[in-house]
């Protein structure tokens, strides 16, 4: 698969969060205080990098059994679609997860929650989007956990999600959620979104037609990336 | 079609929202880093070294920098993957612990904006880090290069603030400096898109 041509419009008011969102502490320091400077879209924005399969291992969209036993916690099929501002599926878009153990834990040597960590779960998967713009991963529903942000601050469970789309302006890291989850309104993170019903849309819907029985639920959370994919990038060239 | 049908058409494919990379970030990026095509490692390599520094002047040690950009010919060869699936032009390196990165890559040619006017070499730099909620957008340029003069981008930049995406070079060597920093003196121009 090649790239193709990909432009972004600006984003609809209250879809995205703003750099500085003081009650998610650390964006405090971390944020520019200058202007931005709005960036024209050349022939480097329009287009990005794309990945072949070879960068894939066997079991990469399996995090449940990259060890040498089943890892612990509820198994779920985490699957959907990627589509750009038009509708139009992602091809060949590589997605990356990350996410804690079951019980609310990072394999990860600045992660000191005092909660188990599996030796059978990494926590870690990655896929490259079939022609229809669809993903699909076996997991287990990651815990919840405490940290730092404030007093008694816990993190809704949440998958971390990076995707490459038609153009590098596409690029987007976002968090999965589960729904029904009471954490979500206390969540600073999640709460960085101001649009309701966009911050509504990152949580997942629990999806029975995929789950399969007497073994593992399943959740689907469809994706949309930013820009309109144009003409393939080699036709563009002519 | 009408205006109205055109605004509800577009309002069904509102692109998902962004949120933080988080503190554990290389639990899932980590494997895809420092990797790429096996085109890099030709006569036209550099090395590109930096840090990153927050308000306080202190390190950034969990950031994520992610370069792209055109081949040392100038074309935008990585919209392909490589025989090893990695794109040219491309390069991920979260910073170490005293919030530096560096790595080495082929230094890309004067490349066609795409309206006619050709753009000096530079990386389009997308910058992650726990404490943003969104990943921010920069480029970086190199020193020397008579070209940053016409360049469609460094244009728009206003003209005492452009140093900061100029990578200063090594006398006599193929190394190029550029830090990032995120706020405060000399902060680093950043992009809205």
Known sequence: MASSINTVSKPVAGTQPEFCFPPYVSSVSRSPREPLVVLPQTLTERTGPVFGHSILQPGDNDLTMQHRGEALGERIYVHGRIVDEDGRPVRGALVEVWQANACGRYRHKVDQHDAPLDPNFTGAGRVITDDEGRYFFKTIKPGPYPWGNHYNAWRPAHIHFSLFGAGILSRLVTQMYFPGDPLQPLDPIFNSVPDEAARQRMISHLDMNMAKPDYALAYEWDIVLRGHQDTPFEEARR | MSETTKLNDSAKWIPTSSQTVGPYFRIGLQSLA?????????????????????????????????????APTGAYSGVQPGANGFPAGFYRAPTGKDGEFS?????????????????????????????????????????????????PVLAVVPAERRHTLIARADKGTKIYNWNIVLQGKDETVFFDW
């Open chain 2, 103 to 151: 790595f080495s890559i082929g230094k890309p040619g004067p490349a066609p904006a795409g309206d006619g006017r050709i753009q000096a070499p530079h990386f389009l730099v997308l910058f992650f880090a726990r404490g943003l909620l969104r990943n921010m957008l920069t480029r970086v340029y190199f020193e020397g290069e008579p070209a940053n003069d016409l360049d």
């Open chain 2, 34 to 70: 420092h990797r790429m095509s096996e085109l890099e490692a030709g006569p036209d390599a550099i090395e590109i070294r930096g840090k990153v520094f927050d308000s306080e002047g202190e390190p950034v040690p969990d950031a994520m920098v992610e370069f792209w950009g055109a």
